[in-house]
């Protein structure tokens, strides 16, 4: 019906006009106001928002739409909720709720809301902002705060979920409280800031501060701890920078330093978990130089951050290395490396400090052929030490050499299906270092090398470079590899052994030459597919057989389970044997649940060392994990750690996932 003043329509009435479309079942058109009115059964969309209301009103002449009533989803948005009042401005992008409930959960799946009295959605600031607001977890509420606000986009800043987690320190024998309320600055596009406000019962408030930096030439993060103990009563700090540069021209740095209050700051602070029951931790400055692959350089800054329980490690300060190449030939390539150390054990002075100048020339030469390679390696190490305290020092050059050759045989594997091959690579390498006599010159970076199946076909029998070990050494080793149709490597097992045909005299410190005849069996098998990688070396008795080290590694990825495992048991039916298990797993028994464990065992002391267990759910806008730790302590006692993990989608988090703690750990 029309009239002078207006219009009125009933039934299945709908609207669309720019900007608009509306279907009701009664539509009033007021000719004077401009005003648009439609109750009962209201359903509109706008640009920006999809909405069912009881009641709507849109004023042409500014395009604002008010909604009683209103259920309400932002278009191309996981927001969504409920309002007794919608008022939507599009020329300012603003839209206004009263008595409101927001959620990112999608239809159907009414896990968490914001409740709120006022809401305000700025779509230029791409932020949501709430006056006395609670957040409701499963109908339980969790948060009360008079104001809150969070982003639409990925960054911006407001609170972050609150943590929450239980410890007991070393130091004490009851567990004490940690609560922990973030709030994250989004200063710019590439840096930002989180400042974290604790309070920890018993020891009182303390700050944690953690400013992030990133654009072309560096990447750098800041972390800042401060803390009034009120046991102690004295003031504890931590402050710690980790970052890379990229200045240009083949010019590089890398910064990993840190510094704390006291020795006593990790275990009795929860900050980093990796150093709560750690002795020290590295400290590196480096800068590199690399203009061309012809010329490199580098000079270091290297020390420790004594914690609890320290040893006596030496520091470089500073190191300066140099390394030239050129290529003669194709197979023929020379290296001149030169390197000035000066080591010094600020705890320590009755061991040796000074000066280390090395210098390395070396040629190597590589020829493949079409049934294998042949190679030689000649070199002369000079090195020279110049001690303080008037320490004698002294000056030594031992040169050394090594050939070797290496046979592949291939044969089809139809067995295993069309376009497989197994190798056979048989490897022969000779070896000769003369003796030098070393026994009245420091050591301050040689030691044994660790179990590795390359380390049969090493050059020098010692890591460092203050020994080396004289040798008349052959090498032998025998290879079998299975490739795929597309030459990927899928199994490799391999034996090997040395045989000496001169005794041998330079040892380390402390230590007496080795002058068996010949080395143990050194083993190694790997296996690889898309779902498993398994690698292991071992060690065997020369002449019993029986297993004297042991190193494997084992990832597992099925559909539902990811397994991984360290084992490593060495110097086995010695006074020195360990024999220590490090695993971890995670497990989905359904489609939203999640268990995990993680356990270090000590098999030679017979003790745990750490476990740590996770229950997790997650559903579509929300995850969870409770997680316990169990660190052992020194003194035979155990620390517990109890944390809360939430993720709330499109909201926040806070903590740290049991999967990133498993590659932590686990280095996979």
Request: glycine share 6%.
């Amino acid at each position: 019906m029309a009239t002078q003043e207006g219009i009125d329509l009933s039934g299945q009435v709908q609207l669309s006009h720019p900007g608009l479309w509306l279907q009701t079942l009664q539509l009033h058109w007021d000719r004077l106001s401009r005003m648009l009115t439609a109750a009962d059964d209201v359903q509109a969309q706008t640009h920006h928002w999809l909405l069912t209301a009881r009641q709507l009103r849109y004023q042409r002449a500014n395009n604002t739409l008010e909604a009683q009533a209103v259920h309400f989803q932002q278009r191309n948005r996981q927001l969504r909720g409920q309002a007794q009042k919608l008022i939507h401005n599009p020329a300012e992008e603003q839209t206004q709720l009263q008595t409101a409930r927001l959620t990112t959960c999608p239809l159907g799946q009414d896990d968490w809301f914001v409740h709120a009295q006022k809401v305000r959605v700025d779509r230029k600031a791409q932020r949501v902002y709430a006056h006395h607001a609670r957040l409701n977890f499963k109908g339980v509420p969790l948060l009360y705060t008079p104001y809150i606000s969070y982003p639409l986009s990925k960054r911006a800043s407001g609170f972050l979920i609150p943590s929450v987690q239980s410890y007991q320190s070393p130091n004490r024998e009851n567990p004490s409280w940690l609560v922990g309320i973030p709030y994250y600055f989004n200063l710019a596009p590439n840096y930002d800031d989180t400042l974290t406000l604790y309070t920890f019962q018993d020891r009182g408030l303390m700050l944690d501060n953690e400013f992030r930096s990133l654009n072309s030439w560096q990447q750098s993060v800041l972390t800042t701890t401060w803390l009034d103990d009120q046991l102690t009563g004295k003031p504890r700090w931590r402050i710690k920078l980790v970052g890379d540069q990229y200045f240009g021209y083949g010019l590089s740095g890398r910064i990993q330093w840190q510094d704390v209050s006291d020795k006593d700051f990790f275990a009795d602070i929860p900050i980093d978990p990796l150093l709560t029951t750690a002795s020290f931790d590295r400290r590196q400055l480096r800068l590199d130089w690399r203009p061309t692959d012809q010329i490199s350089a580098f000079i270091r800054h290297q020390d420790y951050l004594l914690l609890r329980n320290h040893a006596a490690n030496y520091a470089l300060r500073p190191q300066f290395g140099l390394t030239l190449n050129h290529r003669f030939t194709n197979q023929l390539q020379g290296q001149l490396y030169t390197e000035i150390s000066h080591f010094d054990i600020p705890i320590d002075h009755s061991r040796p400090e000074g000066q280390r100048t090395l210098v390395r020339p070396r040629l190597t030469l590589l020829a493949p052929t079409r049934w294998g390679e042949v190679g030689a390696t000649a070199q002369i190490q000079h090195t020279r030490y110049d001690l303080l305290d008037g320490a004698p020092g002294g000056e030594i050059s031992v040169p050394m050499a090594e050939i070797h050759g290496t046979v592949v045989f291939e044969r089809p594997a139809d067995e295993i299906g069309p376009g497989w091959i197994q190798t056979l690579e048989p490897r022969l390498q000779y070896t000769h270092i003369p003796y030098v006599d070393q026994d009245a010159l420091p050591n301050f970076d040689s030691a044994p090398r660790s179990l590795s199946f390359d380390n049969l076909f090493a050059l020098n029998r010692f890591t460092g470079a203050d020994r080396i070990g004289d040798t008349q050494r052959l090498s032998f080793a025998l290879t079998t590899r299975l490739l795929s149709p597309r030459g990927h490597e899928h199994l490799r097992a391999a034996i090997g052994q040395a045989f000496y045909l001169a005794t041998r005299h330079v040892g380390l410190t402390g230590t007496l030459a080795d002058t068996t005849p010949r080395s143990h069996l050194f083993g190694q098998l790997r296996l690889t597919t898309d779902a498993v990688l398994f690698d292991s070396t071992f060690e065997l008795h020369d002449g019993t057989f029986a297993l004297r080290n042991l190193i494997s590694r084992l990832r597992w990825r099925a559909d539902r389970l990811t397994l991984l495992s360290q084992y490593s048991w060495q110097q086995i039916a010695s006074p020195d044997e360990t024999q220590l298990l490090l695993t971890g797993a995670l497990w989905q028994p359904g489609r939203n649940w999640q268990v995990g464990g993680y356990l270090q065992y000590d098999y030679t002391a017979k003790v745990r060392v750490e476990t740590a267990w996770t229950l997790g759910y997650e559903s579509c806008c929300w995850k969870s994990e409770l997680q316990l730790e169990e660190t052992r302590l020194q003194d035979g006692r155990y620390n517990y750690t109890l944390r809360l993990v939430l993720t709330l989608k499109g909201l926040s988090t806070t903590g740290r996932s049991f999967a990133r703690l498993l590659q932590r750990k686990l280095n996979f």
